[in-house]
C-alpha cells in the first residue's frame, strides 16, 4: 500500500515515525529498544532519514590531520529493511539528492525494489556543514524534482544511462516530498516556495510532509495556500516534542521555524531539562488534539531523541 493509501483507510487517528540510523560504529539495538515499546502505539509507517557525508578531520600516526570523507550514519536502506522486517510496518527511507551521485541513488532503488520498499520520502538533503550553499556532487541532482524524475524513470524501467530493465517491477516506488509551512529557508518568498512545490507535486509526488510547526495555524494556513495552488494530495502534519531547554534557541536557528510566545515564554522560564521537557509534552499533545480534531488523518512524529516524550503523548493523545 502507498502512504497515502494507508493514511486515508479507516477512522483512526493515524501517526507515523521518524527515526535516524545509528551513529557509524553504533549497533541498532537501543534503537529497536525505543522502537519496540512506540510501536505498541500502532504506528503506520516509520521514516528513516539519510545522512550525507561530510568531511571530517582525523589525526594521522605522525601527528598530522588528514581531511576525509566519512558518512556519519550510514546505512539508512539496510535499516529500513530490518525495521520492516521486525515490526512488519511499512518503512519509508529518506532518499537525498545531498551528497550521492545519481549512479548512487540507482544503486539503492535497485536494492530497496529487492527488498520490497517501495515507499520513499524524495528530498534534496540538506548542504555539506563546511558549504554556504548546496552543492550537488559530481554527477548528483541539484534539487529533489530531478531525484523525482530519475525515480518516475526507474518506475518505467529506464536507468540513468538510457537502457531499460528486462522486467520492470510489478510494484512502482511511490513517494512524498517536504513543504515547509514557515517557508524554506533558501527560497525569496513564501509565493516561490509554493510554485517550486507545485512543481514537485506535478513531478509525480502523492503526497506532502511539513517541516516541523508548533504553531497549528502556520499548518492551517499552509494547506490552505497549497489547495488554493491546485496542490491537492495529502498534506501529513511534522511536528516534534521539545525535550531541552536549547531548543528554545538551536530549532528557529537550524530549522528555520518559530516557537510561538507562550511556548519559548515557558521554556524560558523552564528552572531545567525535566520541566521543559514536560512542556514540550504538553504543547505537542494539545497539537496533535487539535490537529485531529480538526479532521487531520495522520500525523508525523520527530520521534528522534525524544521516544520518551512520544510515548507519554500517544497515551494522552490517541
Ligand atoms: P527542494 O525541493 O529541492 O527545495 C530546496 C529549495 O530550492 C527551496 O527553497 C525551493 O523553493 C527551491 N527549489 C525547489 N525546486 C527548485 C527548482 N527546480 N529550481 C530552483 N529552486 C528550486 N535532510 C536530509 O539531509 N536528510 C533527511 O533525511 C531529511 N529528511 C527530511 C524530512 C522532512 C519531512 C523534511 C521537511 C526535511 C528533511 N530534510 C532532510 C531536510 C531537507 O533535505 C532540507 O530542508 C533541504 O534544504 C531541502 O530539501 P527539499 O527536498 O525541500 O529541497
Keep these: 500500500m502507498t502512504i497515502p493509501q494507508i493514511i486515508s483507510s479507516g477512522s483512526e487517528k493515524k501517526f507515523s515515525l521518524e527515526v535516524l540510523p545509528p551513529l557509524k560504529g553504533n549497533g541498532a539495538g537501543r534503537l ?16 528513516i532519514t539519510t545522512h550525507r557525508s561530510e568531511l571530517v578531520y582525523k589525526s594521522t600516526s605522525d601527528g598530522l590531520y588528514q581531511r576525509v570523507s566519512q558518512r556519519v550514519r ?20 529518506h532518499i537525498i539528492c545531498s551528497g550521492y551521485s545519481r549512479l548512487e541513488t540507482e544503486y539503492a532503488l535497485i536494492d530497496l525494489s ?85 512543481q514537485k507535486i506535478d513531478a509525480g509526488a502523492s503526497y506532502i510532509v511539513t517541516q516541523m510547526f508548533f504553531d497549528n495555524a502556520r499548518y492551517f494556513d499552509f494547506v490552505s495556500r497549497c489547495r488554493n495552488a491546485g496542490i491537492n494530495v495529502p498534506i501529513i502534519p511534522g511536528i516534534k516534542p521539545i525535550v531541552s531547554r536549547s531548543q528554545l534557541t538551536v530549532l528557529p536557528k537550524v530549522f528555520h521555524v518559530d516557537l510561538p510566545t507562550p511556548l519559548a515564554s515557558a521554556l524560558m522560564n523552564a528552572a531545567d531539562d525535566d520541566r521543559a521537557k514536560a512542556i514540550g509534552i504538553e504543547w505537542c499533545a494539545m497539537q496533535m488534539r487539535e490537529l485531529y480534531s480538526s479532521g487531520v488523518k495522520s500525523i508525523h512524529i520527530y520521534s528522534h531523541n525524544a521516544s520518551a516524550s512520544v510515548e507519554s503523548i500517544l497515551k494522552q493523545v490517541l
Design 32 to 47: 529497536f529498544e525505543r522502537l519496540d515499546r512506540l510501536v505498541d502505539f500502532g504506528p503506520s509507517y516509520i521514516n
Design 74 to 93: 550510514p546505512g539508512t536502506v539496510a535499516l529500513a529493511a530490518a525495521i520492516q522486517q521486525r515490526y512488519r510496518l511499512p518503512a519509508v527511507p
Design 114 to 198: 529487492f527488498l520490497g520498499i517501495t515507499n520513499l520520502l524524495v528530498l534534496r538533503g540538506d548542504k555539506a556543514k563546511h558549504e554556504n550553499r548546496f552543492t550537488p556532487v559530481d554527477g548528483g541532482h541539484s534539487h529533489a524534482c530531478q531525484l523525482q524524475n530519475q525515480i518516475s524513470d526507474f518506475n518505467r524501467g529506464m536507468f540513468i544511462d538510457g537502457t531499460h530493465m528486462d522486467i520492470v517491477a510489478d510494484t512502482p516506488f511511490d513517494y512524498g516530498v517536504a513543504g515547509y509551512p514557515e517557508k524554506h529557508e533558501e527560497s525569496p518568498n513564501a509565493e516561490m516556495d509554493m510554485m517550486y512545490l507545485r
